[in-house]
C-alpha cells in the first residue's frame, strides 16, 4: 500500500504546486497566501509519503484529497484534477491493502512449507 499511496501524494506534489502557479494570475489574491496555502499542502503531501502506515495516515491522506478538491473554489479545474486524485487515492488504499494482504498470505504459505504460487501471481 505504501508504494501505491506514496506515488499518488507525489503526483499531488506537483499538481499543488502548478496550481499556486496558476493561482497566481489571480489579482484578488495574494502571492504569500497562494504559496502560502500551496507550501502547506505540498509539504503535507511529501510527509504523508512517509507515514501512510502509521495510524491515522490514510485519513490525513483523506483529509488532503478534501482540500485538493475545495480548491476548485479558486482554480475550478481543481474540482476535476481534485476527484480523479480521490479517485487514485482510494484505488491506491484499495488495492494496495490487497497487494499487502496477498503478500502476508504467500508470506505465510511459505513459512509453513506449502506450496503456493507467488505474490505476483495474485
Known amino acids: 500500500m505504501r508504494t501505491l499511496c506514496a506515488s499518488t501524494l507525489i503526483g499531488e506534489f506537483f499538481v499543488i504546486g ?31 509519503c512517509g507515514m501512510i502506515t502509521r495510524p ?24 476535476f484534477l481534485g476527484a480523479v486524485f480521490a479517485v487514485l487515492w482510494w484505488a491506491s488504499v484499495h488495492y494496495g491493502r490487497r497487494v499487502d494482504q496477498v503478500k502476508a498470505d504467500w508470506a505465510a504459505a ?13
Request: charged share 5%; proline share 4%.
Open 18 to 48: 502548478f496550481a499556486g502557479l496558476v493561482a497566481m494570475k489571480d489579482d484578488t489574491l495574494a502571492t504569500s497566501t497562494v504559496w502560502t496555502v500551496c507550501g502547506v499542502g505540498m509539504l503535507l503531501s511529501v510527509l504523508l
Open 56 to 79: 491515522g495516515g490514510v485519513q490525513l491522506g483523506w483529509a488532503l484529497q478534501i482540500g485538493l478538491i475545495a480548491s476548485g473554489f479558486v482554480i475550478p479545474v481543481m474540482f
Open 110 to 122: 511459505q513459512g509453513s512449507g506449502q506450496s503456493t504460487p507467488g505474490p505476483d501471481a495474485a
